[in-house]
Nanobody
């Protein structure tokens, strides 16, 4: 199983950006999917999660600004980021709980995509 993140880049404060993460491989089902971020000099922190049911949870710092969504048919999770702030600058990592064809369950990470918010 591989998770491939894309969509990061440079954006001005107040702007918007969408990042995507597609899971591929011998996937039977994907349970929760999530986005984390890690700013320079800081620990990796949870941004948002979305269950297979569509239930979402957000970090307080992004509530009302970020929207997590998923396309189960494509095993893809998205993070729409609006009203971006300087402090949103970080590497964004996707994460997913996946059951594979050999009936094994594991948690997988993407490679990270960099989001830089400028003033």
């Amino acid at each position: 199983v591989q998770l491939q993140a894309s969509g990061g880049g440079l954006v001005q404060a107040g702007g918007s950006l969408r990042v995507s993460c597609a899971a591929s491989g011998n996937i039977v089902s994907t349970n929760y999917m999530a986005w984390y971020r890690q700013a320079p000099g800081k620990e990796r922190a949870l941004v948002a999660t979305i269950a297979n049911s569509g239930l979402t949870v957000y970090a307080d710092s992004v509530k009302g600004r970020f929207i997590i969504s998923r396309d189960n048919a494509k095993n893809t999770v998205y993070l729409q980021m609006n009203s971006l702030k300087l402090e949103d600058t970080a590497a964004y990592y996707c994460n997913a709980d996946i059951i594979t064809g050999d009936n094994r369950r594991g948690v997988y990470w993407g490679q990270g995509t960099l989001v830089t918010v400028s003033s």
